[in-house]
């Protein structure tokens, strides 16, 4: 059985510090790893995703993560965040057509 | 390429009755995933088909729920006999391993409340 999990239910940050969310998963094989973001009354959007290569994959609005396969990790990084950027983050892992997501995380960015 | 929609975005109905959803992917997109999610949690993988086979269903997945693919493009989803327990948000995605890497597109969700 394949398992994501987001250890913070919350990430508070003040606007234009380095923002990380967590996640870590369990998975036999290699997986693909993905971060999705999700606003109020909408769906989930694309973020970035590892399938292969470089430990460190960038993505839409700057965003970026990096995939640690000794500690099963695959954090979300952003070296400036905006206030823009307040909303729920998934982490998600996909490997043999099923897809299997964490809890969230909702980030907050203050000004 | 319009993106993946849903309809209905929203559904109210009262407890036992049937309600069915359905899913329009984009268009190049062979592979198609029924995901339920409620307040609080992510999405939970229901079903997914590769063309018009359903390859995987999940255990969430009672003998109430059936979904369908009949040509390979638009999917429904339909639950029989709701309980109050199946009002959730239910969102469709779509993805090709060639076009995508199987990066899934999600639609906007229909958000089903039963009564």
């Known amino acids: 059985a394949q398992s994501v999990a987001q250890p913070e239910d919350q990430v508070n940050v003040a606007e234009g510090n380095p923002l990380t969310v967590k996640c870590t998963y369990s998975v036999s094989g290699n997986p693909y790893l993905f971060w999705y973001v999700q606003y109020p009354n909408r769906g989930l959007q694309f973020l970035l995703k590892?399938?292969?290569?470089?430990?460190l994959v960038k993505g839409s609005y700057g965003f970026e993560a990096e995939f640690n396969k000794s500690q099963t990790s695959f954090h979300l990084k952003k070296p400036s965040a905006l206030v823009s950027d307040s909303a729920l983050y998934f982490c998600?892992?996909?490997?043999?057509?099923?897809?299997?997501f964490g809890d969230g995380t909702t980030l907050t960015v203050k000004p | 390429d319009t993106g993946v929609s849903q309809d209905p975005r929203h559904k109210i109905t009262k407890r036992g009755q049937n309600v069915t959803f359905r899913c329009d992917p984009i268009s190049e997109h062979n592979r198609l995933y029924w995901y339920r999610q409620t307040l609080g949690q992510g999405p939970e993988f229901l079903t997914y088909?590769?063309?018009?086979?359903?390859?995987?269903k999940s255990r969430l997945l009672s003998d109430r729920f059936s979904a369908e693919r009949p040509k390979g493009s638009f999917s429904t989803l339909e639950i029989q006999r709701t309980e109050q327990g199946d009002s959730a948000m239910y969102l469709c995605?779509?993805?090709?391993?060639?076009?995508?890497?199987?990066?899934?597109?999600f639609g906007p969700g229909t958000r089903l409340t039963v009564l």
């Open positions: 995605a779509s993805s090709s391993p060639r076009i995508t890497t199987d990066t899934q597109y």
């Open positions: 590892y399938i292969t290569g470089d430990n």
């Open positions: 088909f590769q063309n018009e086979a359903q390859l995987e």
């Open positions: 998600a892992v996909l490997r043999a057509g099923k897809s299997t």
